[in-house]
């Protein structure tokens, strides 16, 4: 029956659920248990990783709780009944191999953004170097590949990415660590959402606080101590320091856990040894400590079980999304070197096409200029020709002056001799002019012929251009380029272009060819460039452009309904027995041999790749740590700064730890407890 349904007797109160990135609302039955609530919280988020999670508030004291999900909600005495309830859904529980347990994208995310959050407001403790490579994962899943052209200086410097502990103790701005990320953020170029994600997580579960759940207890001694539960056992630290347990009492050690008051008993398998009994300050703590440890035990035994049907559903669905998505991203990575490489061709191409459009111009020019030069010849012949002209009419009007004279000669001898001598005088003077107009005669003769050169030498620029522009169309047709577009609409059948020009040359593989127009005397050549241009593209490509459209593919994964099951918890915890669970499954091929056999190279590539980069990284960690190491001021550094130095020259870390804690007998670790 659905919870949004009213009855016509029932009642229902608001509730309001805040996860790491949403809010939901709803209406629920005063008699919905908890458990009723929980599951509509998972469905609706779709989580079906349910056992990691719980509902969490804070009860009227201040302390923390989880809902009790086998009991009504509203008969709770310790949740708050505002309106509406408010209730936190986070991780109850921790895993101990993020990428080996987490199967779901949504449980994967909701870890992320919590022990992101915890790293932030201190809560874990996280070395300054591991911050800054931590943050650089955070920005990688949130803003996706690095992009030097769009990437903004002073972007990341508004985000919360490092704890205030980390930057307050460098003298160093905001700008200065953001430059820091950023140098980490552009090496993990290619990487998803989910994969930055893992990352992310992958490094946190190495810290030494990271899924510890820290209480206040003491010993038979009264000596201030802290209990640790964690998803492989109980961990006693020191007042001062809980990074590095003094002692750890694995879950497969431990038989029963009972308290009483603020008395806290733990019954362990060696019946030889005696009882491990501490102390805590409240009682309300004690039963938060055994509801952890019940349900941090019984994950621990389930881990050490074969899967249900549930899971191994799961994991064969996430293991088909991963080999489908690294196809998918195989695939994507070659088209997207093919388009570059196309990218480049068109960018060659182009420059070409562009020099060859340089040079039409610079022949342009030219012969403009030749044409000028021809014109300015053409005007000096005429002027030469009206010169010769005008010389020639002077010669005839001396030639009809020395014929007047001639008839004025009969007269009178002396008029005669007069006139001879003067005729003598006009025909020396004659004479001058014939010769001086013979030579500009000459000379005109001579210009015309100049001009005449001057237009043969025009009509063999015109060829020449000609054959120099269908040289260069023949060359960038000829052009290798591995593109291949499709059919543009000029070549579409159908279509055709006119030239009306006598000179004609037909190309292979053309269905339009643009030639300038050419008359037969040679008058004038009128090219228009941009013609002259769109003709070269034309024929470098074939298409005025192209267009590639990825086409991926998207396959749907059925959702398969969760079976929900109440947490039965015993305080018996050496009771629990195996079950015998098939682990046979269906499923389908989503790949041929071919594409496995490749998928199985690029996995053994990434796996020697995740190598190298690991001692890279490690590298890259120790010198920035060095690099930062004169920029820190002493006088901020913490005591668990101190402690981490320590343990770190040391050449310890968080399971080196554990593995040296929880050496010797239970009773030697118990009685070591007692001295503290």
């Known amino acids: 029956m659905s919870l949004f349904r009213r009855k016509k007797s029932g009642k229902v109160f608001p509730v309001k659920i805040s996860t790491m990135d949403a809010e939901l609302e709803f209406s629920l039955d005063y008699k919905a248990t908890g458990q009723e609530l929980f599951d509509l919280v998972c469905r609706t988020i779709g989580l079906r990783e349910a056992w990691y999670c719980g509902l969490q508030y804070q009860d009227c004291k201040g302390y923390i709780a989880w809902l009790k999900l086998d009991k009504k909600v509203m008969e709770q005495p310790d949740v708050p009944k505002a309106d509406p309830m408010h209730l936190l859904f986070l991780a109850k529980f921790y895993p101990e191999d993020v990428s080996e347990e987490l199967v779901q994208e949504v449980t994967q995310h909701l870890f992320f953004l919590q022990v992101k959050q915890s790293i932030l407001n201190m809560d874990i403790y996280c070395p300054p170097e591991a911050s800054v490579l931590l943050a650089s994962y955070a920005v990688q899943a949130k803003y996706g590949d690095y992009d030097e052209s769009t990437y903004q200086p002073g972007m990341l410097a508004s985000e919360e990415l490092l704890p205030q502990r980390v930057i307050d103790q460098y003298k160093m701005t905001r700008e200065m660590w953001e430059e820091r990320i950023k140098d980490w953020y552009a090496d993990h170029r290619g990487m998803s959402r989910d994969e930055a994600e893992m990352e992310y997580l992958k490094i946190a579960q190495d810290l030494d606080m990271c899924g510890v759940n820290y209480f206040q207890i003491f010993n038979a001694k009264e000596s201030d101590l802290w209990l640790g539960v964690t998803n492989l056992g109980l961990n006693i630290y020191e007042n001062e320091n809980k990074l590095a347990p003094k002692i750890q009492f694995p879950w497969s050690e431990i038989r029963n856990i009972s308290f009483d008051d603020k008395k806290f008993i733990i019954k ?63 695939k994507l990575a070659r088209e997207k070197q093919l388009r570059e490489e196309v990218e480049r061709d068109k960018a060659a191409l182009e420059y070409r096409v562009g020099q060859y459009q340089e040079e039409v111009r610079l022949a342009k020019e030219a012969l403009q200029r030749s044409e000028e030069s021809a014109e300015l010849l053409a005007e000096k012949a005429m002027v030469a020709e009206q010169e010769a002209m005008l010389l020639q009419q002077k010669a005839g009007e001396a030639e009809s002056e020395v014929q007047r004279v001639k008839m004025a000669v009969i007269k009178t001898e002396e008029e005669r001799h007069a006139m001879e001598r003067k005729a003598g005088d006009t025909e020396l003077m004659v004479h001058r002019m014939v010769e001086e107009a013979e030579r500009r005669q000459q000379e005109a003769e001579r210009l015309r012929t100049e001009v005449k050169q001057a237009r043969e030498a025009e009509k063999e620029a015109k060829n020449k251009l000609i054959e120099f522009l269908n040289i260069s169309v023949t060359e960038v047709k000829t052009s290798p380029t591995t593109y291949q577009p499709q059919q543009s609409a000029w070549q579409q059948p159908g279509y055709s272009a006119a030239v009306n020009s006598p000179y004609t040359p037909t190309m292979t593989n053309m269905n339009t060819q643009v030639v300038p127009d050419i008359s037969p005397d040679l008058a004038a050549l009128n090219l228009n460039m ?54 046979d499954m269906l499923g389908h091929n989503l790949m041929t041999g071919d594409d496995m056999e490749a998928l199985s190279l690029e996995i053994e590539r990434e796996k020697f790749e995740y190598l190298e980069k690991s001692k890279h990284l490690q590298d890259q960690l120790q010198t920035f740590k060095s690099e930062i190491d004169d920029l820190k001021l002493d006088e901020k550094v913490t005591e668990l700064d101190k402690i981490h130095s320590q343990q770190k020259n040391e050449g310890e870390n968080k399971y080196s730890t554990i593995q040296k804690v929880k050496r010797g007998s239970t009773t030697s670790r118990v009685a070591f407890f007692e001295e503290l």
Request: net charge positive; hydrophobic share 30%; aromatic share 8%.
């Open 268 to 330: 362990t398998v060696d019946k030889s040894s005696n009882n491990f009994t501490f102390y805590s300050t409240k009682l309300r703590m004690n039963k938060l400590i055994l509801d952890l440890c019940i349900g941090n035990h019984d994950l621990f035994m389930r881990r050490r079980k074969p899967d249900t049907m549930e899971v191994q559903q799961m994991k064969a669905q996430a293991k088909e999304e991963k080999l489908r998505r690294q196809i998918e991203r195989s």
């Open 530 to 583: 941009e013609d002259l241009t769109q003709s070269a593209y034309d024929l470098s490509t074939g298409v005025p452009g192209g267009v590639y459209m990825a086409q991926l593919s998207h396959f749907s994964v059925p959702n398969l309904s969760s079976n929900h099951h109440g947490y039965g918890h015993r305080y018996d915890l050496s009771s629990s027995q195996s079950h015998d669970l098939s682990r």
